[in-house]
């Protein structure tokens, strides 16, 4: 069976603060796929990002980040500089591998409150 | 762009009623799915579909049924809702291109309360 934790379930920063949404998983597939998804206010989830188990460089995309680390089965997400925008619940998933459905696996979310 | 597109933002039903969530994407996209979204239980799948007239169930089927008539089009049905079913429903859809790493792009929400 898959799953995936994240641990916080809220953070809260001041505008600028660097933060860090941890994101750790379970999966007995050898090939899967993780994911970030951004969740505003308006409720519609948002694609951020997706990584396959064989790609383990850091990502960065602007001020976002990603740190894929399959020795402690972790995809955290960093925020540089956070922004009032940046404040949403952000969902980590699993895919695995032989899962043609694509059907994902979700975390909890994390609630980010980014304050100015 | 996707879209990806519901019936209703918000809807308030009475215990006992049938409720019809409806859902349309317009990329021709093979996969769609039904997620509820409750709070620090994050999204749990409760059917999808990869075809026309073809279904599987989720994690959390009970109380739901689903219809897909047409490619575009995936229904929600809540036969007899119950209050334990108010929650924020999301449809979701993905190329279907036969790899777990399809992207799934998600509609804004229905908030269902049950009372």
């Known amino acids: 069976a898959q799953k995936v934790t994240q641990a916080q379930t809220e953070i809260s920063v001041v505008e600028k603060e660097d933060v860090t949404l941890d994101c750790v998983y379970e999966t007995r597939d050898t090939t899967y796929y993780l994911f970030w998804y951004k969740q505003p206010p308006s409720g519609e989830l948002v694609f951020l990002i997706r990584?396959?188990?064989?790609?383990?460089q850091n990502e960065i995309s602007g001020r976002y980040s990603w740190n894929f680390q399959k020795s402690t089965s972790s995809f955290n997400f960093t925020i540089t500089a956070s922004q009032v925008v940046d404040s949403a619940v952000y969902f980590c998933?699993?895919?695995?591998?032989?899962?043609?459905?694509?059907?994902?696996?979700f975390g909890g979310g994390t609630r980010l409150m980014v304050k100015p | 762009d996707v879209k990806v597109t519901q019936s209703s933002r918000y809807l308030v039903k009475r215990t006992g009623e049938k409720v019809f969530l409806e859902c349309v994407q317009d990329?021709?996209?093979?996969?769609m799915f039904w997620y509820r979204q409750d709070p620090g239980l994050g999204l749990r799948l409760i059917y999808f579909?990869?075809?026309?007239?073809?279904?599987e169930k989720g994690d959390i089927p009970e109380g739901y049924s689903v219809s897909r008539e047409k490619k575009e089009r995936f229904s929600l049905i809540l036969e007899s809702a119950s209050t334990n079913q108010t929650s924020m429903y999301l449809c979701?859809?993905?190329?279907?291109?036969?790899?777990?790493?399809?992207?799934?792009?998600f509609g804004p929400g229905t908030r269902l309360t049950v009372t």
């Open positions: 990329m021709d996209h093979e996969n």
């Open positions: 998933a699993l895919s695995g591998g032989n899962n043609a459905g694509n059907m994902l696996t």
């Open positions: 990584r396959n188990s064989f790609d383990e």
């Open positions: 979701a859809s993905s190329l279907g291109s036969g790899l777990a790493g399809d992207e799934q792009y």
């Open positions: 579909s990869y075809d026309v007239k073809m279904k």
